[in-house]
């Protein structure tokens, strides 16, 4: 098949290096003609909302699928008239603003930290006295990696946090502080027919607001977590009529799941499940939105991926240590920016040591 | 780093895949306009002969590897002026004959079936009293997956053969008949700084010439032949001051080794490689030729790597089957052409029962 992405960064370059051993053909949409997907497919070079780039994209393709969830959606809903897209644009929608999104996984059964649309000043100060303090002030739309976020810890904190954020288009949203043990994820396919496939949970570290490290299977997480976990993912897939690779991240706080937030894509916490499960998922979303069975979400050992944030070290020091699969994403490094990831299989001490070393 | 590839089929398309997670940028050369490689790396449509072709494939880039044995030595020792070319041209001239690679091996220490050199009609008569019947006339160079061969059983085969063989440019070469209990292959990489690792014995199965399945590790074979091929590998890599993959097949008859061939490239007995070992051989050429360190080849569980010649099934069909990875070429089917492979991992009885049932 001739399969579209939206979007040519590092996820569109792994779900294209996943699509080719299939025998599909891969074409990228991207506004940066240094898109790190184009090394490995063809790339248009665009932006997301011009219909003439749109239409090169997906003209002679079999699918459309995107990297990121900002996706507009009436660009998707347009181009839905013309090919299958996948996941469903429905699901964009959902997870694009915050309030939906947890308004959404409420009503489908799973915990969130209680939160309030905040629509003016005073608004701020009503949901403050409500929720408590610590809370999250959010932008309700476009965060990530922990843009558009502030922590309120006391109430001289709320005029500089209105400050940096009050005028975010689509509005804030506030979230009551969650004092979590741990940090985890779901990842999960669901194909065409609707069989569902759920990776091991994964357990994560943030450091500033970006993913630093993700174990898989996470080793704090017990079996009734997993399970919860995919009870909610089997709910939220059938709800959306889901179609690919949903992530769900999650809080554990008082041995329960609180829902954070879901990203309708492959998700940098199921990184690892390339050289660590039976099928990545990279070649997951590619099978399910092909219309192809699933592959085994299992766990081949232990493994620990780690992010390569900002800069990277001389490569040829990361695959002197054992075990250790290196990813570069093509970009140029570049503060906060995600560059590459290492994953380790079955860790010796030393090995995690050695990268730790290299990567702090 | 950009790599130049001569040769855009399958082999330089898994090379590919594995050197872009490493952050390199792929070029191939190829007649063919189709070239599968074509998907995931630039390719220049040329022949490789064509200096203007040759010229445009390696400006820019850092290294220059193949992905076939037949490149032609003169060529590839022009371009190693320009910038490293590795594996060696020296290991190409060495293994584009038969002669030379059996003289070759033999002073290596290396046993091989006894053979005789055919410069005309009356030599191959006086190689049949030599060597006795059976034994297999071959072209001495250009032959693969058993094409440009005959086997003689009796006397009276021999004018059939000989008016089928006897004009090959590069002339002819008779082996005599190994009664072999099992054939298997060794891949091994060597990396700049002369650190070498050896993959486990793959255990492999022709039919018709052609490679049809590799168990690896395999299991029918010891520990002690393990040791006995990585003793030879380490020889005849040293000798050549070798960089990148190579293979050599065996024989295996009372209990011991008999080199039949090597390709100074990764291999179609090593594709198994990519799931089933930590290193897959497309990564560790990768590595070898850019000066990295190189990965632990060891096994991960066992697996079985079949290919798809001449058709493939339906892709679903495979996909159903647990733990099959499929590796199509990106290439059009015809009779006995390789298009693909399926590596099934830890596989079950019924797994390899279902791959039977679909490939046959």
């Known amino acids: 098949m001739r399969i579209a992405i939206l979007g040519g960064g590092q996820l569109a370059r792994m779900l294209a290096l996943a699509a080719i051993p299939l025998g599909h053909r891969v074409r990228v949409l ?9 090394h490995c497919a063809e790339l248009i070079v665009g932006e997301y909302d011009d219909p003439a780039a749109l239409d090169r994209l997906v003209s002679g393709c079999d699918v459309l699928t995107y990297e990121f969830e900002n996706v507009p959606v009436a660009a998707a809903q347009r181009l839905a008239l013309r090919l299958p897209v996948s996941p469903p644009p429905a699901a964009l929608a959902v997870s694009q603003d915050r309030v939906t999104e947890k308004t959404f996984l409420q009503s489908h059964g799973c915990a969130t930290a209680p939160f309030a649309a905040i629509a003016d000043r005073a608004g701020l100060q009503r949901a403050v006295v409500e929720l408590g303090l610590p809370a999250v002030l959010k932008t309700r739309r476009l965060g990530y990696d922990g843009k558009g976020q502030a922590v309120l810890r006391q109430a001289t904190d709320l ?7 009050g005028n ?7 979230e009551g502080f969650v004092d979590f043990e741990r940090e985890c994820s779901l990842v999960a396919a669901r194909g065409r027919d609707g069989a569902v496939v759920c990776y091991p949970l994964a357990e994560n570290t943030h450091r500033g607001g970006i993913l630093s490290t993700s174990l898989l299977p996470g080793p704090g997480l017990s079996a ?5 976990a995919e009870r909610v993912m089997g709910t939220i897939l059938a709800a959306l009529d ?3 690779v949903l992530c769900i991240e999650f809080f554990v706080a008082d041995g ?6 879901m990203a309708p894509r492959v998700h940098n916490s199921g990184h690892g499940t390339i050289e660590g499960c039976v099928t990545s998922q990279f070649a997951n979303h590619i099978r399910a939105i092909t219309g192809a069975p699933l592959g085994s979400p299992a766990a081949r ?13 001389d490569p040829a ?9 290196l990813h570069l994403y093509g970009k140029q490094p570049r503060a906060g920016r995600k560059v590459g990831h290492v994953t380790l299989i079955d860790p010796d001490p030393a090995a995690l040591a050695a990268l730790d070393a290299l990567i702090g």
Not at 168 to 174: Q, W
Not at 317 to 325: D, E, Q, V, W
Request: hydrophobic share 50%.
């Open 30 to 38: 991207d506004p940066s003609p240094d898109a790190g997907a184009g």
């Open 159 to 165: 005029d500089a946090a209105w400050a940096a954020l």
């Open 168 to 174: 975010a288009p689509g509005g804030l949203i506030l």
């Open 224 to 228: 009734a977590l997993q399970s919860e």
């Open 242 to 244: 889901y179609v690919g």
């Open 256 to 261: 329960r799941l609180i829902a954070n937030e």
């Open 301 to 313: 050992g232990a493994s620990v991926m780690r992010n390569l944030i900002g800069a990277w070290p």
């Open 317 to 325: 020091r990361i695959l002197a240590i054992p075990g250790a699969h």
